[in-house]
Antibody, heavy 119, light 112 residues
């Protein structure tokens, strides 16, 4: 059974760096073709893809946010970490991690974690 | 990369069919057969309903179907049921020399 769970702070201040962890089970990120992405959703708004890390450690970022994002993995711990620098109130959103394959869809999602940016 | 264009809302009565469109460009929807659709109930994570334009994951009713013509993809839900009321998002691969993924703005489906 595949599960993913996001964890991190519920509240961050403007200009701070956000660090989120996705802990997963039921698959291995060392398996060829496996990928984990981060996707966010501001309250009442649409989904936005942020970043992806692949089994071979290839990393991809949203063009509009790539200067602020870093994605990494710890295969032994079954974790993927996303950092986002210089947080702003417009970054307030529910952040999801999701599994996919190279060209496949996001077939399993975490429950999401709401991050509020406020002073 | 701009978001894909979806109607803000659609509605239908139980038993009817509805179609949700998703319009992109030749750089995303029109350029790849990697369009997927997600259903999201309030307060819940999105659920995969259609992938690779028209394929259904195991467990998704065959009332849900997908298609594509040019730069526009469509999700059709036939035999509407009350539990189909949700937000629906399309998604497309948009990479050229690097990966990018773009979502639609979402469509609220109301079952009357």
């Amino acid at each position: 059974q595949v599960t993913l769970r996001e964890s991190g702070p519920a509240l961050v201040k403007p200009t701070q760096t956000l660090t989120l962890t996705c802990t997963f089970s039921g698959f291995s990120l060392s398996t060829s073709g496996m990928c984990v992405s981060w996707i966010r959703q501001p309250p009442g708004k649409a989904l936005e893809w942020l970043a992806r890390i692949d089994w071979d450690d290839d990393k991809y970022y949203s063009t509009s946010l790539k200067t602020r994002l870093t994605i990494s993995k710890d295969t032994s711990k079954n974790q993927v970490v996303l950092t986002m620098t210089n947080m702003d109130p417009v970054d307030t959103a529910t952040y999801y991690c999701a599994r996919s394959t190279l060209t496949g869809p996001f077939d399993y999602w975490g429950q999401g974690t709401l991050v509020t940016v406020s002073s | 990369q701009s978001a894909l264009t979806q109607p803000r809302s659609v509605s239908g009565s139980p038993g009817q069919s509805v179609t949700i469109s998703c319009t992109g460009t030749s750089s995303d929807v029109g350029g790849y057969n990697y369009v997927s659709w997600y259903q999201q109930h309030p307060g819940k994570a999105p659920k995969l309903m259609i992938y690779d334009v028209s394929k259904r994951p195991s467990g998704v009713p065959d009332r849900f179907s997908g298609s594509k013509s040019g730069n526009t993809a469509s999700l059709t839900i036939s035999g509407l049921q009350a539990e189909d009321e949700a937000d629906y998002y399309c998604c497309s691969y948009a990479g050229s020399y690097t990966l990018d993924v773009v979502f639609g703005g979402g469509t609220k489906l109301t079952v009357l």
